[in-house]
């Protein structure tokens, strides 16, 4: 078998998009495991951009069938929007299933985004407002609908009429606002599942048989490790695990059937949204990076908070992810930038000096980073192909990243385009 599984390190936006599509010619599968429309991977092909939430960024060039797990959060309208988009460049979509486990964002999941986010008082996580953390809570809160409810009527409306009664309460009692009518909503995604009937199936016992006929079978993660629900910087986080151990419960395969973890990470560090973010760049050069980088959100078009590369929550991914290969993107941003500097430690506020990440979000925001200096280059390498062809403190540069986690980089990006990648080390 060859499994593939494509993390985020950092705090989401690395282009994990870019390489999911690049590994994606010679897989057999590809599969989403978590998140929902609020994720943005953008693929650049030729002169065509695509912008990709929902669908899994291998969808353009998977010689088999690109999946949504049962991890993800489903928008179906988002999806049929989604899809029509594809389809309108001329590209097949007849290969893209949906899990029926996967649960469904509803009116009323969004709506409860967008009420919250906006009251006065509340805390502010900077969400996308697209519904996502109100799904998952009903997931865990077990009165969810599911991607298989939609083909089932009599479930479908009672489950409707169960959620709606609270949440309209909800609605009008507490945010003093219109509830939702129940028929209107009924009527709407009953008509949606008949509409996508035929791309819902039962994907995990697929995907394990295709692992065990020793198929290849890419996982691709959305949002990133400083994201995860558990590790990453809470409550400024998602709501889902964008981990490798998220695939496991996300797609429904055993964590023995995981070999190449390949995390992705860009060589500055990009932030949307709220929350701590110590090596964060306020001044002039914070704006340059953001405009050479085009560092806009591809969901929300939210301009990113960019700062220099962070080594300890680095450090932090890798190891919960169990990371065996790095992916550096973006290096092409940093030329004519000099000194490039490097967070390897932070100084707590009683001064203490520490090299790994607190789980307190509130002590991070008042940690000072500690930089390494490196010489910088002014050479552009956007039309680089090989590793030896980068000036020499370009190299210095990755060779810093390698030694200070001890992982491999396996592919330098240098560019958005498909063909702007260098390969350091052959993967696997």
């Keep these: 078998m060859s499994t593939y599984v494509v993390v985020g390190l950092q705090y989401g936006d690395e282009g994990k998009g870019k390489i999911t599509d690049v590994l994606s010619a010679e897989s057999d599968y590809v599969v989403r495991f978590q998140g929902g429309d609020n994720a943005g991977h953008t693929v650049y092909v030729g002169g065509d951009k695509f912008v990709l939430h929902l669908l899994p960024s291998g969808v353009l060039q998977c010689r088999g069938k690109c999946i949504i797990a049962n991890g993800v959060v489903v928008n179906p309208k988002a999806f049929i929007q989604e899809i029509g988009q594809i389809e309108a460049k001329g590209l097949k979509t007849d290969h893209i299933y949906i899990s029926r486990r996967a649960h469904v964002i509803m009116p009323y999941h969004i709506l409860l985004d967008v009420y919250r986010e906006e009251e006065k008082g509340g805390t502010h996580i900077g969400t996308t407002k697209k519904g996502i953390g109100p799904c998952y809570e009903d997931k865990i809160s077990r009165v969810g609908i599911r991607m298989a409810d939609l083909l089932n009527p009599e479930i479908l409306r009672d489950k409707i009429e169960k959620n709606l009664k609270v949440k309209n309460a909800l609605f009008e009692r507490y945010f003093e606002k219109s509830g939702l009518d129940k028929e209107v909503v009924y009527h709407e995604f009953l008509a949606l599942g008949e509409r996508l009937k035929d791309r819902i199936v039962d994907t995990e016992r697929e995907l394990n048989e295709a692992i065990g006929k020793g198929k290849n079978v890419l996982f691709e993660g959305a949002q990133a490790l400083m994201l ?188 958005p385009e498909r063909s702007q990648n260098i390969i350091r080390k052959e993967l696997f």
């Design 228 to 415: 995860d629900i558990d590790f990453g910087t809470y409550p400024y986080v998602t709501s889902s695990s964008p981990s490798t151990g998220g695939v496991c419960t996300g797609a429904g395969v055993p964590p023995t059937s995981l070999q190449n973890l390949i995390g992705v990470a860009k060589a500055y560090c990009t932030r949307v949204g709220n929350g701590p973010f110590p090596s964060e760049l306020k001044e002039n050069l914070g704006e340059k990076i953001r405009q050479k980088g085009r560092e806009f959100g591809a969901t929300t078009g939210r301009p990113r908070r960019t700062g220099w590369l962070d080594l300890v929550s680095l450090k932090h991914a890798c190891m919960i992810n169990g990371i065996n290969r790095l992916v550096v993107t973006k290096l092409d941003v940093l030329s004519g930038i000099s000194p490039l500097k490097i967070v390897t430690r932070y100084k707590t506020e009683d001064g203490k000096i520490i090299d790994y990440l607190t789980s307190s979000t509130t002590k991070l925001y008042h940690y000072q980073p500690l930089y390494e200096e490196l010489e910088g280059w002014r050479e552009d390498i956007s039309e680089v192909r090989s590793y030896e062809e980068l000036p020499g403190n370009a190299k210095k540069y990755i060779e810093y990243i390698e030694d200070f986690l001890g992982i491999p980089v396996y592919l330098v990006s240098v560019g």
